[in-house]
């Protein structure tokens, strides 16, 4: 049996009311809002963000690490060998790293050729990670429904939650959106057009592929999960295709948005989340054509239930204040410029240090069994030198024993909260705090890790862990 | 066998430059005007010193800093760095070389100009922050001097039970006094008296600190000429030697270990009691007349006090609630310059100015004569200065004292 062993999602912090878009642009407010990820996040930490999500923190030996997205932070330089990295999978064995992009599909694409391979005996379990950034042009009709988000499957052929029992794929040359090489933001065409001779034309016959090939009717399904690109289409997508709207799994589109390759991935994870044993769900998926699954849910669905989910992220949010906020975190207008030197970095110091700071290993004393990170070569409490083995402490909690606000620091988003932090289990952490509201930082206040792009001095992306207030 | 270095060198002359924001004055301007105070005031010529350290930290062109602008000839030159602890660090490195018998009679400069760079105040991230973790890609990156110290304010804040208001109240109370002494101070950059008020109203730098707990970014140089002491009376009768250096770098486990705390200095704490043994001190607070100390934020002066034995941990609320302690009539004078608060901090010269004042109070010249020290403990006059570079869990500290022969 080949499947989903473990699901994973994530959402950031952030939720933009289109009331925000409303009092900046005019016209009618509408309810509902949409995820924004904060300055230091992009579609490689969301992703990482939704993986530790799937893992539950073990990373049980996989043999390979996808990534899908249309907004990776690298457009030449795979970004799946970054997050694999991130999740600390060991480099000195034979792993497949891919980046799929340039779809909507590519997320569903991931999915079904890491089916695919584990099916065809290439391999036994493949983490899929989806994630989307999403920056829609301001003042434009998709800025208020556009959302950040992220997924993360693991598949494999034991313990397995939800069974994949058939695919169908159909592609398509139509042209509904694109951005080319140097477009910032998405183009497209009327909306007549496209949605009726694209989205209209081309999804149900993957459906209707689908439970051919798969020999099902759509009364053998408890539920649907269906893509769409906003929600008229979508609730006259469910009447063309003559379902029972209990049936299909609600759309994300006021809570966290559009979320490209990772919308129809995340309501797959929502709809996970209240499966039951013996359920079927129907996905589909469009843009440059469709891809349609059959899943059948297992008993092992009730052992994966402590995932945060959609469910725990939706409700973990702050309102994003203003909109000069989300233009700063995006990086939409041009601003005074910098007295003080520019970010820097080296690529050499950065990539000798990986482990320490992408991999976030600590080294633990193997003489006196302190953990320090940075990993000192001579333990700084007996000396030895040379003498420790390499901890991960991305998933250990820990405590603020101080902390400043900076309110001059080179960061988007002021006050910059450095931190020190005790870490349960031992050693101390100092850095910088995330996805905090200044006025609740406090000492003894619980904090998690989280990976974040620090900067982007000498031009790549700096990533390390940074503490965040946990979320859960 | 190892020897204290009590009473062994004298200053013989010393120098210092207004602090202040100098537009149409670069970092040759400084070391010159320094150097030629000193000069003048030891009673030398140029041609006489066989051997010279300046302390700075960002202007550094090697030895070239001390030596070009000087022309001292083909003589020895060393550029010293321990960032914000380089000028003490340039003292330290004349008085061994004269004990070695190296040479017979140096000078020791600290200077630095920090006003080219477009920027208003020490830190915050980028270029003003010292240790080598500056320069890694992420680990700590950016985090500037305030933050560094509003580390120690949060966790001093947290462990005496004080709110937020209580334990900016006490800092303010520090800033207060500081501006007191620079108002009285004609080379001091900050010359404006301020209320407690001010302080804690003014802006956030890095929370806890706000604008008042943080040093001036200033220009400035300090000079001093030294000798042994068994030749200063050849250049004049009121000579001052030292009593004592003690220095401790401490190997940064603050940011490692979890028993650090970041309310004492544990740096100075080891420098101290060098220094005291060196000087034969069994009780600071009854035996040291004036000290001049770290003060780059209104924090560091509240440890510095601690950590150097001057008052009990924990206790230096009461000290500075009820009696004006450290004011220059009280028990124990601290920064009664007007300190580098007032001063502002260019980074190198900060360790020879807090000399600088020592040296011109105990001769009972003190800039203005409100701020003279007129009664004292004993008839040696011991004066401390405290000067450390690097960061809370990472210093280098040294301590000088001084006082009569």
């Known amino acids: 049996m080949v499947g989903i062993v473990s699901y994973g999602a994530y959402i950031p912090i952030y939720r933009m009311s289109r009331q925000i878009l409303a009092q900046v642009w005019g016209g009618n407010a509408g309810k509902g809002e949409r995820a924004v990820a904060n300055f230091d996040e992009d579609t490689i930490t969301m992703a990482v963000e939704a993986c530790v999500d799937a893992l539950g923190g073990g990373q049980q030996g996989a043999d390979g690490l996808y990534f899908a997205s249309t907004t990776p932070p690298y457009r030449e330089k795979q970004c799946a060998s970054i997050v694999a990295a991130a999740l600390d999978f060991p480099v000195n064995t034979e792993f497949f790293t891919a980046d799929f992009t340039n779809s909507f599909r590519s997320g569903t694409s991931a999915l079904k050729i890491g089916y695919e391979q584990i099916k065809g005996k290439m391999a036994k379990k493949v983490v899929v990670s989806i994630a989307e950034l999403r920056r829609p042009a301001p003042n434009s009709e998709s800025e208020p429904s556009l959302g950040d988000g992220a997924a993360a499957f693991v598949l494999g052929d034991a313990d397995v939650a939800a069974e994949i029992e058939g695919t169908y794929t159909i592609y398509s040359e139509f042209i509904d959106t694109w951005r080319r090489e140097k477009d910032a933001f998405s183009r497209t065409w009327e909306d007549r057009y496209i949605f009726e001779e694209g989205y209209d034309a081309h999804f149900p016959r993957a459906i209707d592929g689908l439970l051919a090939k798969c020999k099902l009717t759509k009364g053998d399904f408890s539920k649907f999960v269906l893509y769409a690109p906003d929600m008229r289409r979508h609730t006259a997508m469910v009447s063309k295709l003559g379902l029972d709207p209990k049936k299909v799994q609600a759309p994300l589109f006021d809570s966290v948005g559009h979320t490209g390759c990772a919308y129809t991935p995340m309501m797959l994870v929502a709809a996970l989340e209240e499966a039951k044993p013996g359920d079927r769900i129907l996905v589909a998926n469009y843009s440059d054509g469709a891809d349609a699954f059959s899943l059948k849910i297992t008993d092992e669905i009730e052992k994966i239930r402590n995932r945060r989910g959609i469910k725990q992220y939706l409700q973990s949010k702050y309102a994003l204040p203003n909109y000069g906020k989300y233009l700063i975190f995006r990086d939409l207008m041009e601003f005074e410029a910098e007295r003080r030197a520019a970010d820097f970095s080296s690529l050499s110091h950065y990539m000798r240090e990986r482990n320490q700071f992408l991999r976030f290993h600590g080294g633990k004393c193997k003489s006196c069994g302190t953990l320090q990170h940075p990993i000192q070569r001579v333990c700084a409490v007996c000396q030895a030198k040379d003498n420790y083995e390499e901890v991960r402490l991305a998933n250990t909690k820990g405590t603020i024993f101080s902390f400043a606000m900076d309110e001059r620091a080179m960061v988007k988003d002021l006050p910059n909260v450095f931190v020190i932090v005790d870490l349960d289990g031992g050693g101390r952490y100092a850095g910088v705090l995330t996805d905090r509201i200044p006025e609740k930082v406090k000492v003894g206040m619980k904090v998690e890790m989280t990976l974040r792009n620090q900067h982007d001095g000498a031009g790549f992306h700096n990533y390390s862990w940074k503490a965040r207030p946990v979320r859960a | ?405």
């Open chain 2, 1 to 405: 066998m190892a020897e204290s270095i009590k009473d062994k060198i004298a200053i013989i002359g010393m120098g210092c430059t207004k602090f202040g924001e100098h537009w149409n004055k670069g970092l040759e301007d400084l070391v010159i005007e320094a150097a030629y105070e000193a000069y003048q005031d030891a009673g030398v010529e140029p041609k006489d010193i066989q051997a010279g350290w300046i302390g700075c930290m960002f202007n550094s062109t090697a030895a070239a800093t001390l030596a070009f602008p000087l022309k001292l000839g083909t003589i020895p030159c060393t550029r010293v760095e321990n960032a914000c602890g380089s000028g003490h660090e340039a003292i330290k490195g004349a008085c061994y070389a004269l004990a070695a018998k190296a040479f017979d009679l140096v000078i020791a400069v600290g200077a630095e100009k920090l006003k080219d760079q477009g920027g208003g105040a020490l830190g915050g991230g980028g270029t003003a922050a010292a240790g080598t973790e500056l320069w890694n890609p992420v680990y700590f990156y950016g985090v500037g001097g305030p933050s560094r110290y509003a580390l120690a304010a949060t966790r001093y804040f947290a462990k005496y039970g004080l709110s937020p208001d209580e334990g900016k109240r006490i800092l303010a109370r520090i800033s207060v006094k500081s501006h007191y002494y620079g108002a009285r101070n004609p080379k001091a950059h900050l010359r404006r008296e301020v209320t407690e008020e001010q302080v804690m109203n003014a802006p956030i730098i890095s929370w806890p600190l706000g604008l008042f707990d943080c040093c001036g970014n200033s220009d400035g140089a300090a000079a001093a000429i030294l000798c042994r002491a068994e030749d200063a009376k050849k250049y004049r009768d009121d000579y001052i030697v030292f009593k004592a250096l003690g220095a401790a770098a401490g190997p940064g486990t603050g940011k490692l270990l979890t028993s650090y705390d970041y309310t004492s200095w544990t740096e100075t704490e080891a420098a101290a009691k060098q220094a005291y043994e060196q000087a034969g001190i069994k009780d600071p607070r009854k035996e040291i007349d004036l000290v001049e100390l770290h003060d780059c934020f209104s924090i560091a002066e509240l440890v510095a006090t601690e950590s150097l034995f001057l008052c009990e941990r924990g206790k230096y609320k009461e000290q500075m609630d009820e009696r004006k302690a450290y004011y220059i009539d009280g028990e124990m004078s601290v920064n009664t310059s007007g300190g580098l608060k007032s001063f502002g901090h260019p980074i190198g010269a900060s360790g020879c100015r807090e000399v600088y004042e020592s040296y011109r109070q105990i001769k009972g010249i003190a800039q203005d004569p409100s701020r003279q020290k007129k009664t004292w403990k004993t008839d040696k006059k011991l004066s401390l200065a405290h000067n450390q570079g690097g960061h809370p869990g990472k210093f280098a500290c040294n301590i000088t004292v001084i006082g009569l022969p």
